[in-house]
């Protein structure tokens, strides 16, 4: 197993599989036993990947019918490796005979066949097709409902698609009511009608759109993360790093505290209810490398997808030689609706990982009688 591999301490997920191999798949070792856990659990979340509007993804319709192989037993977690899969079964060969040779700008191949010495699976992107993220999905169900049994809740939705962008200030309850109700996943249900426009706009003109995933962890306790260097925002920076296409993070103000005062910056403490709390949440929930207690926001900016039909230099491999290409086969016009489950995955499987490195959830769940 190459290390890069895999992520986690004591939540560990491991991921293997291509876009088109046979299937793909994780493995989560370190999960409680005792934790209620089901083939169904798993399912609900990987159906929330796939947008209800064929038109704004892929052609690439999977069933992606998860199947557990082990780790789950009489519907709870029996504390060995959880190792569950989806079957490629819409992969076509010689859909992506074209880039062997020529790769596409902005998309891994390049490096991917300089690093593997040309060994590595191409096909559809191999290793660095979107359609990995399909094991960020299972493992990230596992973790948040680990996480749901105490308290924690993590959920991401889009605020930008292209140029358009959420203004407005949404309530938690908005959020989490309309985001999987928009075909983009985004809660303000109006703006994210003209984000669909904005998608089509681009794949009628064969080019793409980027955009903005939110992510939230409600009820995270305080002082959760391992500085210095495993820091719970250096931790969630980097599994979200590890979605393909992220290429920005930033947590609460980010980039725009660069440029406030400290006294406009600072979030204030407050006693609320006999708690602390703090009276606004520039921080994004995290001080030090710890969790603050306060909501956890963090940002992903998910870059316009790379394989597009619009032409475009690139260089023949195999003869040394400038050439055109014209990206074919199935991809999505923009990555961000179906990142956004993904994106809640990446974080919520960290949080798991730091509260069971914590000693804040227990090794086992449920004592046997
Ligand atoms: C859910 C998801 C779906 C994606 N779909 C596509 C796609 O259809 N076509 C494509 O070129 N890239 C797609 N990507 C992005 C590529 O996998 C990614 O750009 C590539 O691996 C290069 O990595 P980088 O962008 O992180 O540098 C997708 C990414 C995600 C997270």
Known sequence: MLAGDSIGKEFAVTCFGESHGRCVGVVVDGCPAGLPLSQRDLQKEMDRRIPPKPEIVSARREKDIVEVLSGIFKGFSTGAPICTLVWNKEAVPGEYDQIEDVPRPGHADYPARIRYGGFSDYRGGGRFSGRITVAFVMAGAIARKLLGLFGIEVFAYAIEIGKIKVEKKLTIEEIQRNTYKSAVRCPDLELGRTMEKEILKAKSEGDSVGGVVECVALKVPVG???????????????????????????????????????????????IREGEIVTITNN???????????????????IKPTSSISKEQKSVDLSKMEETLIRVGGRHDPCIVPKAVPVIESAVAVVLADHMLRAGVIPKVLRKEK
């Open 224 to 270: 959760i993360g391992e500085p210095i260097f495993d820091s719970l925002d250096a931790e969630i920076a980097k599994m979200l790093f590890d979605v393909p296409a992220v290429k920005g993070v930033e947590f609460g103000a980010g980039f725009k505290a660069a440029q406030l005062r400290g006294s406009e910056n600072n979030d204030a403490y407050a």
């Open 283 to 301: 921080a994004g929930g995290v001080l030090g490398g710890m969790s603050s207690g306060m909501p956890i926001v963090v940002r992903a900016a």
